[in-house]
């Protein structure tokens, strides 16, 4: 329950707008609705401080980890970061630490979209018309305004031996720019008793 339903007088139910609605106005299905609605976000609020805190526990555990075997060694392992994979001693298990680079653009990428438009522009139609396709999902954006960096990326993976295109590859690669650090927690579990595992799904799009 949230701190504001403290506030609401017995026998009244706050709407969107904020205003105070007696309950006996308010349909059956919409209390349903409400009470649906607040059990789940409750539960989903829940299994995110559950998932912060063990990220948390297990950033921790690995840190140490590595920390020990440094010490064994009188040798300090690569700082915080770094990629690591702890097992279980009957390999059942695998837990990995990764970090990845988080990537935006400059202004520069305006300059390799604007100069990509002229090839495609001065090339004949057909083939390339796929080539268009690619570049235009290349720099859609997402919801957010935000250009889809793997897909920009793709770009570079072309392989077009055409002066103007190489041009503009290189105005894409300048226009790369490291923006931070993210750090990711994944846990396998082996599948039988073969060298195959399969990834502990933590996000409810992947369970």
Known sequence: ????????PPGYMRNAAGHL????????????????ARELAAEAEELNARLRAF?????????????????RYGVKLGGEKGNVTAATYDGAYKVQR??????CFTEELEAAKALINQCITRWS???NANIRVLVDRAF????KGQIKTAAVLELLRLE???EDWQRAMEALKDSIQTA?????????????????YQAVALDLAAV
């Not at 990764?98 to 990537?103: M, Q, T």
């Open 1 to 8: 329950m949230s701190t504001t339903d403290t506030t609401i």
């Open 21 to 36: 609605v007696p309950e006996d106005q308010v349909r059956e299905h919409d209390k349903m609705r409400d009470q649906v």
């Open 55 to 71: 990220k948390k526990k297990a950033l921790g555990d690995i840190a140490d980890l590595v920390s020990i075997a440094g010490d």
């Open 98 to 103: 990764s970090y990845a680079e988080r990537v």
């Open 125 to 127: 139609e057909g083939a």
């Open 140 to 143: 859609r954006t997402d919801s």
């Open 160 to 162: 077009i031996k055409d």
């Open 180 to 196: 931070g650090t993210a750090v990711y927690i994944r846990v396998y579990k082996r599948i039988g008793d073969g060298d195959q």
